[in-house]
Structure formats: C-alpha cells, structure tokens
C-alpha cells in the first residue's frame, strides 16, 4: 500500500483528522491505484469522482471507530 498515506485516527494522530488529510490520504490511494498522479483531462472527472467517494467513506469510517473503549467520534 501506498506508505505516503497516514494512520488519521487516534493515539497515531493526536486529534481529530481533519477534511484536508483525509482527502489528502484519498488522494494518495486513488494516485496509487489509478497509477496517475494527475489524471487526463478526460480521465478528471472520474478520478476527482473517485477521490471524493474514498475522502467520504474514509471519514464514515473515521466517525465510526471506536478505539480501546472511546465512544465513536461525534459528527462534526
């Protein structure tokens, strides 16, 4: 996996991940799967597409985490 992607949860983080690294780490998993680092014109549409729906479930999953016996993060 890509290493340039870091752990956004805690005690790794020591706060909150916030909406810019988690699209950031989005970025950095669609860049690796796709192989592009910056897509075609007529591939923008699609990889931007793809980047939000990862940044969307990564902060679902991120809401969701319970770490040793914290409650879940409240929405922001």
């Known amino acids: 996996m ?8 805690p005690p790794v983080l020591p706060e ?3 909406q810019d690294e988690i699209r ?3 970025l950095q998993y669609v860049r690796k799967v796709s192989g592009f680092r910056a897509p075609a014109e007529h591939n ?13 479930a990564t902060a679902e999953l991120l809401d ?6 914290q409650a879940a993060r409240q929405p922001v």
């Open 2 to 9: 890509c290493r340039s992607i870091k752990t956004l949860r």
């Open 64 to 69: 969701g985490l319970e770490i040793r016996g």
């Open 24 to 26: 950031a780490a989005a």
């Open 16 to 18: 909150e991940a916030t």
């Open 44 to 56: 923008r549409e699609v990889f931007e597409r793809a980047v939000d729906a990862i940044a969307e």
